[in-house]
């Protein structure tokens, strides 16, 4: 196995001997684009063809607003590519953050990803691995009640009086999470391996229900036809638009997760060469499963009926083949949940480490463990946060929230390639992002219509997501003087 350590001075002056440690780059660009395809495609594609559907009652519409997804994603993978071969640091984005704009902007980005991005990422793929294993699995189901207390919930943004129920579900939920936390601290190698396996098993399952779905599934190719294309004009280009937008909030949450190979820059081999090529060769992949899924799901049932299903995958299984495909797609979806949970809690916690290495956390998080050389500590208390967001079940509203605030920080890292050519001419680009000025300047217009366009239709959750993201601030500035004081000393 080659490994090489990462170099670098420490941005802290002197540090504690584990905090000298160095993580090791054990990744390869296989790794890095099956950590990709893998934390992309999680449950997202089996359940928000629905609420896309829903928005958009035309074919032709339905499977364009997912070429476009995907196009614009790939926009936003030129301008990290550049980025990423500049900064082949562990942090990713954080790291482009920080040196574009500062570190009080990097802090925000990573605060958010800590207490609601990565965290709520995690509890939501746990909670789907666990409902879509019951299914599988029956005496695992999550409707097996262990214990309940009675208690308070956030529900669609207000705290309402709520019992807690601790179910079957909760439990292999949780186990799912310990397991996979641990198996990331004791090292990335053994990680990767485990995330290669469950990226190529889903990889294989979705081709094949692709395609047998389209050379034996009892579909119907009168489902693709031009029928509501014209009405969705109806009203207006700017309502269209508004539509349009609000369907994207579902596309651009299943496309999200892309970022994970900056995040472990500091870990993949020739970060310079292995790191863009992974973005596109990930992206592509993931595109290429996408529209061919939604594509296999329309063959078989029509855009309403897309609409009404709550697990379109299964009822599409169940008219292309037999109702018994679709229980045994059960343990696909499940499987897909598993390897984004994989890759999430492996790629994660790479940016409170960064943070803890600037000495904008605790400073526990910069610590590398000195058999393993992984960050353990910001592993496990990543674990731990996720866990109790799991069990409380506000993981749909903290994702829901940090959704606005994701794509704007998309927008403005963007926007960092430019700010960089101005301020860091000379350093060295072992990439030059495709089509600039142009497409990354299209993909920031774009986004940012869309970021307008999601505060006016949906402002409660745009501007609790900008809430949560400011509640760290008080955070900022005691790390701030903290780290102050300690270099002083």
């Known amino acids: ?33 099956l ?24 074919p032709i519409l339905f499977l364009l607003v997912w070429v476009a997804g995907a196009g614009v994603s790939l926009l936003a993978c030129f301008a990290f590519a550049e980025l990423g071969a500049m900064f082949p640091e562990a942090g990713g984005q954080y790291v482009y953050l920080r040196e574009a704009y500062g570190e009080f902007i990097a802090f ?62 909760d439990v292999v939920a949780l186990t799912a999470i310990a397991g996979l936390t641990i198996l990331n601290v004791v090292g990335l190698r053994r990680a990767t391996v485990l995330q290669n396996v469950a990226t190529w098993m889903k990889f294989a399952a979705l081709a094949a229900f692709i395609g047998l779905g389209f050379l034996f599934g009892h579909g119907d190719w009168s489902h693709f036809s031009g029928a509501g294309f014209k009405d969705a004009f109806a009203h207006g280009f700017y309502p269209f638009m508004s539509v349009m937008g609000v369907a994207f909030i579902g596309v651009f949450w299943s496309y999200d997760g892309w970022i994970y190979a900056s995040w472990l820059g500091g870990e993949i081999r020739d970060p310079q060469r292995n790191l863009p090529r992974s973005l596109m060769i990930g992206m592509a ?16 049932l029509p855009v309403t009926g897309i609409a009404k299903s709550d697990v379109v995958a299964q009822s599409a299984a169940s008219v292309l083949f037999s109702p018994r495909v679709a ?24 940016v409170s480490y960064a943070m803890g290495r600037d000495g904008l956390f605790f400073q526990k998080m910069a610590g590398v463990h000195r058999k393993w050389r992984t960050p353990a500590f910001a592993l496990i208390a990543q674990g731990v946060l996720s866990a109790a967001i799991a069990i409380s079940g506000t993981y749909v509203q903290l994702f829901t929230y940090t959704m606005f605030g994701l794509m704007i920080s998309y927008v403005v890292t963007v926007a960092a390639v430019f700010v960089l050519r101005r301020k860091q001419p000379n350093r060295p680009r072992p990439y030059l992002c ?45 790390w701030k003087r903290t780290n102050r004081k300690r270099a002083i000393s």
């Open 108 to 169: 925000l980005y990573g605060w958010i990803m800590f207490v609601a991005g990565s965290s709520g990422g995690i509890a939501a793929n746990s909670v789907g691995f666990a409902q879509f294993f019951g299914v599988a699995v029956p005496g695992l189901a999550g409707d097996h009640v262990l214990g309940h207390i009675a208690g308070i919930g956030f529900r669609a943004g207000h705290w309402v009086r709520s019992d807690w129920l601790f179910t079957r579900g």
């Open 285 to 300: 992949l993931i595109a290429a499963l996408y529209i061919t899924m939604n594509a296999v799901y329309l063959y078989a």
């Open 1 to 33: 196995m080659h490994e090489t350590a990462i170099t670098g001075a420490d941005r802290q002056g002197s540090a504690r001997p584990e905090q000298e440690r160095s993580l090791l780059r054990v990744m390869s660009l296989t790794d890095a684009v």
């Open 434 to 478: 495709t089509g600039y000025p142009w497409l990354p300047l299209i993909y920031i217009v774009l986004i940012g219509g869309w970021a307008i366009n999601a505060l006016v239709e949906r402002p409660r959750e745009s501007l609790a997501g900008s809430v949560l993201m400011l509640i760290g601030v008080p955070g900022y500035l005691y």
């Open 35 to 58: 950590l990709i395809v893998g934390g992309v495609i999680g449950g997202g594609i089996f359940l928000t063809s629905q609420d896309v559907a829903s928005q958009l009652p035309s």
């Open 327 to 350: 229980f045994w797609l059960s343990a696909v979806i499940a499987l897909s949940c598993f390897g984004a949970l994989s890759s999430n809690i492996m790629a994660g916690a790479r």
